[in-house]
């Protein structure tokens, strides 16, 4: 029968691989393909290819596999990756084992035997198929594991580098080493809210091609970026790379020692950002915002200190003045507010007194200006 003489020569292959391993081993070497005496050193090549040929032949020959053999696929493969030996050069590899299981054969083989051979060819190819499938499985496996490894030092550095809030300066130069960062460099951080990793894939693309550095991190308020600023880029580029992005830009500052308070800037930013933000937002266009944010349980007192005269108007004149105080402090000019709300300017004038008769507030003077903005921006929190 066609399937006993494969069984035979695979048979007595098997008996023997090292001639097999030494010409595999040999040829690799002669080629210097794909990467003999360089990431693997020959002893581990010449022990791996043994095992790769045994097994390839014991599954040709359908043989009992022992257990130092079954495991070769996936052992080589994972030790591949860690020696970092690229997949493509590996595959190569594995076509070679091929080749040579071939060659091998037919060598094997007598006159009369060739065409049977020939005729269960495949199942040479089925076998190095389940050899190299098994290997770029444990490849790849191995690759995540590492990959993900590596990410969870980086975060474990950095988390280290806010927890000694930049001051150690041992900490500051291996969180430089682990994330590939300038210590001295400027920095800017991107704060977004909780879930949106997923949304930060054409921003890396995007930040890869510019070349710009970056360290990502999950923190407990959503993830954010730390990102190195290069030299050639302007004020406000970080907004630029974020665009479309519902985010919290904060101000760059200058070497890692920085970072963690330019993380709670970022952070306190996005606690600021208004409802209806769909881009990034700099810490600049919020400061008031944030300062409210920070008064913490005596938001209360400043929103009745400054505001709580208006219990003294009627309820519906209370909107409206509201709303011409908020449009005059963001313009500061009386005439802008007048036209903005298509309104004549001595009514904007009337609302102003209005309400400064209600609260003692003058919002026409710098100082309490300054306080009824921060009031405005707390009762956001209420």
């Known amino acids: 029968m066609t399937s006993d003489v494969v069984d035979r020569l695979s048979r007595e292959l098997v008996r023997d691989v090292a001639p097999l391993a030494d010409r595999f081993v040999a040829e690799m070497v002669d080629t210097g393909a794909p990467y003999a005496g360089t990431v693997v050193a020959e002893e581990t090549l010449l022990a791996d290819a043994r095992r790769s040929l045994e097994l390839i032949l014991r599954l040709v020959g359908r043989l009992p596999v022992p257990e130092h053999v079954a495991g070769a696929s996936a052992e080589i493969g994972a030790a591949r990756a860690e020696a970092g030996v690229p997949l493509e050069r590996l595959l190569q590899a594995v076509r070679l084992d091929a080749r040579v299981v071939w060659d091998a054969l037919c060598r094997r083989a007598g006159p009369g035997d060739l065409s049977s051979l020939v005729a269960q060819a495949p199942r040479v190819w089925e076998a190095v198929e389940h050899h190299s499938m098994g290997i770029m499985a444990a490849y790849q496996q191995r690759v995540l594991e590492m990959a993900q490894a590596r990410q969870d030092e980086r975060?474990?550095?950095?988390?280290?580098?806010?927890?000694?809030?930049?001051?150690?300066?041992?900490?500051?130069?291996?969180?430089?080493?682990?994330?590939?960062?300038?210590?001295?460099?400027?920095?800017?951080?991107?704060?977004?809210?909780?879930?949106?990793?997923?949304?930060?894939?054409?921003?890396?693309?995007?930040?890869?091609?510019?070349?710009?550095?970056?360290?990502?991190?999950?923190?407990?308020?959503?993830?954010?970026?730390?990102?190195?600023?290069?030299?050639?880029?302007?004020?406000?580029?970080?907004?630029?790379?974020?665009?479309?992005?519902?985010?919290?830009?904060?101000?760059?500052?200058?070497?890692?020692?920085?970072?963690?308070?330019?993380?709670?800037?970022?952070?306190?930013?996005?606690?600021?950002?208004?409802?209806?933000?769909?881009?990034?937002?700099?810490?600049?266009?919020?400061?008031?915002?944030?300062?409210?944010?920070?008064?913490?349980?005596?938001?209360?007192?400043?929103?009745?200190?400054?505001?709580?005269?208006?219990?003294?108007?009627?309820?519906?004149?209370?909107?409206?003045?509201?709303?011409?105080?908020?449009?005059?402090?963001?313009?500061?000019?009386?005439?802008?507010?007048?036209?903005?709300?298509?309104?004549?300017?001595?009514?904007?004038?009337?609302?102003?007194?209005?309400?400064?008769?209600?609260?003692?507030?003058?919002?026409?003077?710098?100082?309490?200006?300054?306080?009824?903005?921060?009031?405005?921006?707390?009762?956001?929190?209420?």
């Open 155 to 382: 975060a474990r550095w950095f988390a280290r580098l806010l927890e000694c809030d930049g001051r150690h300066p041992d900490i500051r130069r291996q969180v430089s080493t682990v994330l590939g960062l300038d210590e001295g460099a400027s920095f800017v951080v991107v704060a977004f809210p909780p879930g949106r990793l997923a949304a930060l894939r054409p921003v890396r693309e995007r930040l890869g091609v510019l070349d710009v550095r970056a360290h990502e991190q999950d923190r407990p308020a959503g993830p954010i970026v730390v990102l190195q600023v290069p030299e050639r880029a302007g004020p406000g580029a970080a907004e630029g790379w974020f665009r479309g992005l519902r985010c919290a830009v904060s101000p760059a500052v200058e070497g890692l020692a920085e970072v963690p308070r330019a993380v709670r800037l970022a952070e306190l930013t996005l606690y600021a950002l208004p409802p209806d933000t769909s881009g990034p937002t700099a810490t600049r266009d919020l400061w008031p915002a944030i300062a409210a944010g920070m008064l913490g349980e005596f938001r209360t007192d400043l929103v009745r200190d400054a505001l709580g005269g208006l219990g003294k108007l009627p309820d519906r004149d209370v909107t409206r003045v509201l709303e011409t105080v908020e449009r005059y402090l963001r313009t500061g000019s009386v005439a802008a507010t007048a036209r903005q709300l298509y309104c004549h300017r001595n009514t904007v004038l009337n609302r102003l007194h209005q309400f400064a008769a209600a609260t003692g507030r003058d919002v026409m003077s710098s100082a309490d200006a300054t306080v009824v903005t921060l009031a405005l921006r707390a009762r956001t929190y209420e």
